[in-house]
């Protein structure tokens, strides 16, 4: 049964509806120290989906145990032979370059996350609230580098297990990790605009394995690059992941790291400049 609503007229000289305050220039502009607490409040929040959900955290707590082993015990002596060692000389080049490897990895977890939340309809909320678009991706961020570092601290523990000694000095350690994280984070804004281009969260996931396995094993990330075909080393030569984990190595275990570290930031920063507009504006049109 249908019902009909009768509105009624306003009496004569009644005050009608309050006009709107014209928006004065300028408002609606979120400041930084608002921006701040907005990224804030949803690294919260994205912290506390991982906790309600813990099983999100075997990749950073497995993956990094199950490559030292593979790796090293599988590749190690016929790898660390021909370094002119043994297996020990082999855990010493490996580690600092599966810590290049990692950013790559951790960074992939944001693109289908990315998708997955506009799949589940929490963008639509997000949609209504009062913040800037850009915090939504950059809390993204935050949290996956400290995914990051406990994958990193982990396979550190890892390689000192396995006899990693560190040739160089803390100092060189840290800014190792702070390159690997300045990296990941770079990687981290290919891999919004994958989530924000693709239909599916698999979607993502198998471009990203399309583009992360050539990249990883066409490195110096697990072997040196002498042995390969001219062509393959030139490909290492510009690959950026070989940038990265030649400096991390040097930045550990000592040897020239300047042209390696100018060149992974130069690649960074380069990344970061052409992808992160483009992702923002992408997302700020979805939403």
Do not use: C
Request: aromatic share 8%; no cysteine; charged share 10%.
């Amino acid at each position: 049964m249908s019902t009909t609503t009768t509105l009624t007229p306003a009496p004569a000289g009644a005050a009608g509806p309050a006009p709107s305050k014209a928006a004065a220039p300028g408002e609606g502009r979120i400041g930084l120290r608002a921006n701040l607490r907005h990224i804030g409040a949803l690294a919260r929040r994205n912290l506390l989906q991982i906790k309600k959900d813990p099983e999100s955290m075997f990749d950073v707590l497995l993956m990094p145990v199950i490559f030292t082993l593979l790796f090293v015990y599988v590749f190690g002596g016929s790898v660390g032979s021909s370094l002119g060692g043994d297996r020990h000389d082999y855990v010493n080049y490996l580690i600092p370059g599966l810590m290049a490897m990692m950013g790559m990895n951790i960074a992939m977890a944001v693109g289908t996350g990315v998708n997955d939340d506009f799949r589940k309809g929490v963008m639509d909320r997000f949609r209504t609230m009062p913040i800037a678009r850009s915090s939504v991706l950059i809390a993204k961020i935050v949290v996956e580098l400290g995914r990051m570092m406990v994958a990193i601290l982990i396979l550190l523990a890892m390689g000192f297990a396995l006899g990693m000694t560190l040739e160089t000095s803390v100092l060189g350690l840290l800014a190792a990790v702070a390159l690997s994280a300045v990296f990941g984070a770079a990687i981290m804004w290919i891999f919004i605009l994958l989530g924000l281009s693709m239909k599916t969260a698999q979607a993502v996931q198998g471009m990203g394995m399309l583009v992360l396995m050539p990249l990883q094993f066409g490195s110096s990330i697990f072997a040196p690059t002498q042995t390969m075909p001219g062509w393959l080393q030139a490909f290492t030569d510009y690959n950026p992941l070989s940038n990265l984990a030649d400096a991390v190595r040097g930045l550990m275990m000592g040897g020239p790291v300047a042209s390696s570290v100018w060149g992974t930031l130069a690649w960074a920063a380069g990344i970061t400049l052409v992808t992160a507009p483009l992702a923002v504006s992408k997302f700020r049109k979805k939403t």
